[in-house]
């Protein structure tokens, strides 16, 4: 299994950002996918998923903000990240949602700062 997270930067609050992921070695299609963020010191946390079906589940803080959707034919989920905020600031990883987890990728700074 390889998990690609790609798009992050350095991104002004109330700007946007869009994560690309793009997963091998699974049976994609059929794989529910959640994107997680992780800031020093915590746990890496649930941001948002989507299931095979479609259905999108999203954290509290993020709700409104950003959308998750995937891309069957290329293997590949997107999280577009609206109306950044500091507290956004974190390295965001893909994943199938579990537990039990795939390896993880090296997953994509997004840093929101002015």
């Known amino acids: 299994v390889q998990l690609v997270e790609s798009g992050g930067g350095l991104v002004q609050p109330g700007g946007s950002v869009r994560l690309s992921c793009v997963a091998s070695?699974?049976?994609?299609?059929?794989?529910?996918m959640g994107w997680y963020r992780q800031t020093p010191g915590k746990q890496r946390e649930l941001v948002a998923m989507?299931?095979?079906?479609?259905?999108?589940t999203y954290e509290n803080s993020v709700k409104g903000r950003f959308t998750i959707t995937r891309d069957n034919a290329n293997n590949t989920v997107h999280l577009q990240m609206n109306s950044l905020k500091p507290e956004d600031t974190a390295v965001y990883y893909c994943?199938?949602?579990?537990?039990?987890?795939?390896?993880w990728g090296q997953g994509t700074e997004v840093t929101v700062s002015s």
């Open positions: 070695g699974i049976v994609f299609r059929i794989t529910h």
């Open positions: 994943n199938n949602w579990g537990p039990p987890f795939n390896s």
């Open positions: 989507i299931r095979s079906d479609g259905i999108t």
